[in-house]
Each structure stands twice: as C-alpha cells, then as structure tokens.
C-alpha cells in the first residue's frame, strides 16, 4: 500500500465542469494510466481516490490536491509520468509525492482557499467607487449574504471566513483576489463574497462575467504558517 | 482551395454584444470562425459542460489542412446523443482519415436556445467551435421519429435554410442515416440525401464524392453534387424521385426524374463486421450521459423474427463478430476509455453464440482493471439468469424481462417464441437467486387483441408475485409493469395493419390499470398522443414534411420529451396543411397499396412480410434461422450476405 498525493490543475478548457465531473474525469485518467490504484471494499467497488475541496462549476483552480492509494509501490517518476500522459486537456500534473499512509484526509486538513476574481467593470462607474467597495467591505463588521439552496434560506456573514479583499483595476476590469476560510463550521463561495460586494457595498461589477480562478489550498496553522498540503510532513 | 471563398454567415453578420465570435486569420490566409460563449452565459444556463467540449479523444483537425468537413448531429440533448454508438463508429471512421475534419454537434438545450437566439449566435460544433453552416457535410443520426422538429431547429439555428431546394451550393450538405430513415418521406423536403442501411463504408465514400465535387470547382453546381452521389448505392436523393398520388390520398407512383437515381434504394450491409473499424476511441463526456460505459457490439442484426419489431427486418441477417475480436477491441475500450464498465450491446445479446465464454473472459481478464460487465437484455430462460448471476456477483438490482404479451395466443400472433413456462422458469430461477425486483415490459395495441389479453397482462404479474412466495414462502417480490402502445413500423409484417386509435389505447390502459391494484405492483405507461403522432411519422409520406414545418414554426420541439410534448401544436399543424393523422395511422392498407417508402429496400422481400402477417393472424410460428431453416425472407441472397454464427448450425 502507498499514498500518492498530487497537485494539478483545473484549466480554462474545462472550467464549465462539475466537481464531480471533474473527479471522474481524474479518476478514469488514473485507469487510463494503469496506475495500481486500490479500491473500497463491498458491492460497488470505488476507486481510493480523495479531494482537498470541491471545486464549483466555473471555477478554474492552480491548485487541486488529490490523495491516490495504490495497491503497490511503483516508482515515483513513473506513475507521474505515466499519469501526466493520460490526463484531459486543461488538467496539469504539477508535483507529486508519497505521503505516509497514516497522514490525516486532505479534506480535513486544507483550511484556507485564495481566489482571484477578475470581473468587468460595469459601463461607467467610478475609479472610486471600486476602492470605495472593498474599503466598506474590509472595514465592517459583518457582512451578511443570504444563501438560496433547495434545503432553504441561510443567512451567512461572509467575513468569518474573509479577512480582507484586495481589489485592482485596470483597462475596464476587476481584480479581487481575497482568501477564504475552511472551517468546520462551513466556508463562502467566491462568488458569494463577490456578490456581497455587489449587492452590500454597490462594487460596480459585471458579475454575470466574472471568471473566478482558485490560485491555492493551504493548511494554515496555529501560529498562522501557510504551507501546502504537499509541503506537510 | 475551396476555404477561401466566401460562405454564409460570414463573420461580419456574426458580431454581437455578449455572445462573441473570435475571427481568426491564420498565416495562409483561410479564415476561421470561432464561437465563443460569455461566462455570464455559460453561468445561466443548466449543465454548461453540455457545450464547452475539450473532452478526451475529442479530435480537433486544422480545417485549412482537410478536403472535406463534417458536423455529425444527433438531434437530441447532449447526454441523449453521446450515447448513440453508431455516430462513435463514424466520427472515429472519418477522423481516421488525413483528409476530413469530423466534429460533433447536439441540440442546444431550451435555455441555452433561447441564449443563443436572443443573442444571435449560430449553431458551432463541439471541437472547433466553428459555425455549422461552415461545414462541408451536416450529418445527422435519425433514432426516433419524435425528434424530426429538432432537425428544424437545428438547422434553423446554424442559419440554413431548412427546405433542400432553397439551399445553393455553398451551404452544407445536410444528410441523415439511422434507423428512421427506413421511411425517410416524411422527412424528405429537409434532407439533401438519406444513407440508407450501415454507414461504415458508404460514409468514406460520400466524403470522396464531396472531396471530388469541390476539386471540381464544384462541378455542375448543387444539384451536380446530388447527381454524382444518387449514384452511390445506398444513397437516396429524395429531390430526384416524384410522388404521385391517387384520389384516396395513397401513393399511385414514386418514381425517379433522372437516370443517376435507381428505381430502389437498397441499404448498405457489412458482410463482415470482424473487417470494419469499431468505435475502440470514443469520445469521454465529462457530464454523466445516458449510456456513460465502453460499448461493446458483439453482433448486428436479430431474426428471432418478432412481427413487430423494425429492427429484427432492417439489421438482417445475423452477422456476429468473432469471440476473440471482442475481447481484442475491449482491451482497446479499457486502454482508450478509463470506464470501469462495459455494456455487451446487441439486439438481443444473450443470442450470442459463444456469450458465455466471452462473458467469463471479460470477467477473469478485466476485473483486476477495475471493470465490470452488463448486459442490457435478457432472454427470457434460465441460461440467461445464470448468466445474470456470473456478472453481477454481488449487486442483485432489479431484472428486466420482456413478455411483450400477456396471453400465449398474443405472443403467438407476435412470434415472441416464449411460453408461460419460460417465464416462471426464469423468474422462479432469479428469486431461487436472491433477486426480488422484477420489471415486465408489454406492448398493447397489437393485432388481433381482445381484452382478454390486456388481463393477460395482469394476470402474468400477479403469477410473477405469486411466484416469489412459492420460492420464497412470503411476499416480497416488487413487480414493475410496464406497458407500451404498439405503433406499427415500415418494413414489418404489421406495416399494413390500423394502429389502435388514441381513445381505445386510453381505455385498455384504464383496463389494466384496474386490475393492477396491488402494492407490490408498480404500473407505467406511455402517452398515447405521442403513440399517435409517432405512428403518423412511421409511416407517413412526403407531405407530411409540411406539418413537421408548420409545427415546428409554432414551437414544436423536444417532442420525445413530455415537458415539451405539445399536442394541440401538432392538431393545429394538420389541420392547417389540410392533412390527416388518421390516414397514416388507424386505417388498414390493403397488401396491394403501393406504401409510401416502398422504393427503399431493406433486402427483406414484401411476400415474405405478407405470409408473416397471414402466419400471425393464424398465429403460427416462425423459426429463428439463426441456427434453425431459413423462412426465406429474401435478404441473404439479395444483398449478397449471409448468416455469420459461430456456433453450431
């Protein structure tokens, strides 16, 4: 048994692609490589195959970590090759490394996501009105926005999970690039902060067009260290 | 070259605000147009990965470096159209060759229609994004009668103009195979030309026509091009025949205008499919589709010889592809794929003659890759079950059998070639092996039904119940029966017969749907509107294209779909082009009228379909001449193919 962890890409060719979508298309990759990839136990075997974080539909990502188990040790260079070969357009291999077999589930451990989102600026509006919006944002207290699901109505006050949004602009676009908290109690989604920003603080935004891109995971400890999950013991 | 020269929707008619169209000049000077959706687009609509392409095996050529390009549709949903094994075979023939560009395109979604109509962006294809009016050849794949309005639309939406004789020489050539195209009539005013029978040859041989015509600085214009490829076999050219009429509205007459056109169509057949290309590199969608498993084909054509069935006429004669070819091609599956399941799809799968052994071998060689196998249909005998039970070793889901009728006399008129016995045989073997859930599928409408037959119906599912507490000594058995509406079929043995009008179909579901009373039976049927209608376009001619048109003009389309069926759009369009949907569909035709789609021929023989219908109303039986005497039906000797069976004759 070995523990592979690695770090790809989700690229603009298939932003358009769910989660699990995603993870399927990883998965079938791993097969396509003849990775000795182990598999649960019971009537529907599945590939030991985990995420740090679900990615949404229209999200691009720099960085996805996934732990793969195989049933037996293969040389390093190897499977990453083998794998780097099979994977779809728009998925890059980045890194790759064995991990001790004990180490703690990816998804339990990431705890901090950063994003960029660069978003049109709406026809006419204000250099200062931009600023003015983060200014607002970064300086209040709380920030409510309301979550819509099936199951119901949440309220979500967006800045325990956001310390600060850092907003640029240039040639009729929109830079934010902020970070957001994974904690047990939950997260925000990027296009939540954004449309916090739109509907709280008047950000003057096109957000029907914003492309959101997650350029890191990290595992942030107490003292406030950022390390990835492949720089981890 | 041909790519230089100005085409529809040229680039500069395409700007728009949101939806944008990238112009591309590349270093020779050939443009490219290149479709490009706004996020804010991709983000409304449901499912955006249904238009995005980039999937694995999806093959992108340089149009600048091909002779001939072709946009291949199925005109139906993404998840719906990706499924269909035949157009695989195709995009992967195609693509094989240096000289064509294959690129895939489904039918755009409502919400994203609305998108693309109110923004004004045209039909593109999956791997280019290139605007479909672009393309050399706009092939689509027929299934089902019920999609022909998205046809409309499709072409609507790439900015082609939908009736064959307004299009000129620079629009594509809009062409369709499938199983429908068997009557193409009531399609024929859209389609430049109909590939008639099994697409893996004659489809390179349209491409090398295509190629030849515009190396001709197309030669002789749109209607050279038709010409040359009405001389193809195989190939029908609806514009070159002539439909006269009698005073009763039938067909006195079709015949051809010109010498290139032959008096009959005949359908193309591989004699041996061992020879031919299989889809061994499908594309791998992203989305979940409707068949999302390695398909694997292990013969084609069926002659259990049921009287209702197209597909058992139209796929003849057996023709099975040898044992160690298929796990050859599986291996290729597995290697291209990464799917952990493999589907053996064939008409009637069991039937194969070495299906056990290559059943064991999928299973000892590919479980350690991770891959299960299933099988889609099942016989009804305990071979089967013990087959049911190799591939699903754990799993005991539900099994599905097809008694199609519910009295022997009935199954007998149908040629079904099943007793009462084989049934409680299989079913009593699946319960014996831990399974509880069986589904029954039945038709009603069929010739020769009384209502005794319809009880026979229920009947049969109380028996399966009963069965379950014989084996089982207490209930538990959960029974689904469900229940279609016979439409008959051009090419079969019933072509002649009255389809049960919507009101009698009604009341025989009411029927059955009062004796199903019980809990642990679960009752579904069909819609018979959609019955009717799909029986008016089986079997129609060449006018009907006018109520396809005007239906779809009122907003007909996604029809298959029942959200979006919308019958008093179609009452509307017939009565506005003065047609009648009775006509086609519950009157008898007498054996001597001349049928609408009489000049294609499946090589199947008329007498033969006529002594089978005299053997159903006598209820007799007709043997498989699979392994058993040949009942002459015609199409080994005039096609030119015969029987391939590996087992024992």
């Known amino acids: 048994m070995a523990r592979l962890r690695i770090e790809i890409t989700k690229g603009e060719e298939i932003r358009y692609i769910s989660h699990l979508d995603y993870a399927r298309a990883i998965e079938r990759s791993i097969r396509r490589a003849k990775l000795p990839a182990a598999y649960s136990e019971g009537f529907n075997p599945h590939m030991k195959l985990a995420f740090a974080s679900a990615l949404g539909v229209g999200v691009v990502s720099d960085s996805e970590y996934a732990d793969i188990e195989l049933k037996e040790d293969m040389n390093l260079q190897e499977v990453i090759s083998s794998l780097k070969s099979k994977l779809p357009q728009g998925v890059v291999l980045k890194r790759g490394k064995y991990i001790p077999s004990e180490s703690t589930a990816l998804m339990a451990v990431v705890n901090l996501a950063v994003y960029n989102i660069i978003v049109p600026l709406l026809n006419g509006a204000e250099c200062t009105d931009v600023q003015q919006g983060a200014l607002l944002f970064n300086r209040a207290e709380e920030v409510i926005y309301i979550r819509e699901s099936p199951k119901g109505r949440r309220e979500i006050n967006v800045r325990e999970f956001v310390k600060e949004v850092k907003i640029s602009q240039a040639d009729g676009m929109i830079t934010l690039e902020f970070s957001t908290q994974i904690t047990p109690k939950g997260t925000v989604k990027p296009s939540e902060v954004l449309a916090a920003l739109v509907n709280n603080f008047s950000l003057p935004a096109d957000r029907d067009n914003a492309l959101i891109n997650r350029i890191g995971l990290y595992v942030i400890d107490q003292k406030g260290v950022r390390l990835t999950p492949l720089e981890l013991s | 070259m041909d790519n230089v020269e100005p085409r529809v929707g040229h680039p500069t008619k395409l700007v728009m605000s949101l939806g944008r169209i990238l112009v591309i000049f590349s270093a020779i000077n050939v443009e490219v147009n290149m479709v490009v959706f706004d996020p804010a687009i991709l983000s409304r609509v449901t499912k955006p990965a249904r238009y995005t392409g980039n999937e694995v095996n999806s093959i992108k050529k340089d149009h600048s470096q091909v002779d001939v390009t072709v946009a291949l549709a199925l005109p139906d949903v993404y998840e719906v159209g990706m499924s269909n094994l ?49 393309f050399d050849i706009f092939g689509f794949s027929l299934q089902y009668e019920m999609i022909y309005t998205n046809v409309l639309n499709m072409l609507d939406l790439a900015g082609i103009p939908l009736i064959a004789c307004d299009r000129n020489e620079n629009h594509p050539l809009v062409i369709a195979g499938g199983p429908s195209v068997f009557n193409p009539e009531p399609v024929a005013d859209f389609f430049d030309c109909f590939v008639i029978g099994e697409g893996e040859e004659v489809i390179e041989e349209v491409v090398e026509v295509v190629a030849g015509w515009k190396k001709s600085n197309k030669e002789g214009g749109r209607q050279g091009l038709l010409k040359r490829l009405a001389g193809l076999n195989g190939i029908y050219v609806p514009s070159l025949y002539q439909v006269t009429y009698n005073d009763d509205g039938s067909v006195a007459k079709v015949s051809p205008t010109c010498p290139e056109a032959s008096p009959a169509v005949t359908k193309r057949v591989i004699k041996d499919l061992n020879e031919v290309e299989f889809a061994t590199k499908p594309v791998m969608p992203y989305l979940d589709i409707v068949h999302d498993r390695m398909m694997l084909e292990l013969f084609r054509g069926c002659t259990r010889g049921c009287r209702f069935c197209q597909a058992g006429v139209i796929y003849r004669p057996v023709r099975e592809r040898r044992p160690e070819k298929l796990l050859e091609l599986t291996q290729q599956l597995v290697d291209n794929t990464g799917y952990n399941e493999i589907s053996l799809t ?3 799968s069991a039937d194969y003659s070495h299906l056990s052994e290559v059943v064991t071998s999928l299973i000892t060689r590919f479980k350690s890759q991770g891959v299960s196998v299933s099988l889609p249909s099942l016989r009804i005998d305990s071979f089967s079950i013990d087959l049911a039970e190799k591939v699903q070793q754990v799993r005991k889901s539900g099994l599905t059998f097809a008694p199609e009728a519910g009295t022997q006399r009935m199954r007998d008129v149908i040629n079904k070639g099943v007793t009462e016995q084989d049934l409680e045989n299989a079913v009593g073997a699946a319960f014996k092996s831990g399974w509880s859930t069986v589904k029954l599928y039945f038709m009603i409408g069929l010739p020769t039904e009384t209502d005794e037959d319809i009880e026979g119906i229920a009947k049969l599912a109380y028996k399966v119940l009963d069965l379950y507490k014989a084996v089982k000594g207490r209930r538990g058995a959960k029974v689904t029966v469900s229940v279609s509406s016979f439409v008959p079929k051009a090419h079969t043995s019933f072509q002649w017969f009255g389809q049960n009008s919507t009101a009698e179909i009604e009341r025989k579901q009411r029927l059955l749907k009062e004796k199903l009373r019980d809990r642990s039976i679960s009752f579904s049927y069909h819609d018979a509107r959609t019955s009717f209608l799909e029986g008016v376009f089986s079997r129609g001619d060449r006018r009907l294209s006018q109520v396809l048109l005007a239906a779809w003009q009122n907003g007909a389309k996604f029809d298959g779909w029942s959200e979006h069926f919308k019958f008093d759009i179609w009452m509307e369009a017939f009565k506005n082009t003065g047609l009648d949907p009775h006509f086609y569909t519950n009157r008898e035709r007498s054996q001597s009228e001349v049928l609408p789609w009489e000049h294609i021929s499946c090589g199947v023989d008329k007498a033969f379909l006529m002594r089978e219908y005299d053997n159903a109303v006598a209820a007799t039986d007709t043997v498989d001449c699979r392994r058993e ?14 029987v391939l069976d590996w087992g024992v004759k």
């Open chain 2, 86 to 134: 035949g157009l695989k075979i195709i995009y992967q023939i195609l693509n094989n060759r240096p000289d064509t560009a294959a690129e895939r395109v489904y039918t755009p979604w409502v919400d994203m229609e609305a998108e693309m109509r109110s923004y004004n962006i045209p039909l593109h294809t999956l791997e280019s994004k290139t605007p479909v009016c672009n």
């Open chain 2, 629 to 642: 005497a040949c009942s002459a039906c015609g199409v080994c000797p005039g096609l030119g193919v015969e």
């Open chain 2, 346 to 348: 064939s008409l009637s």
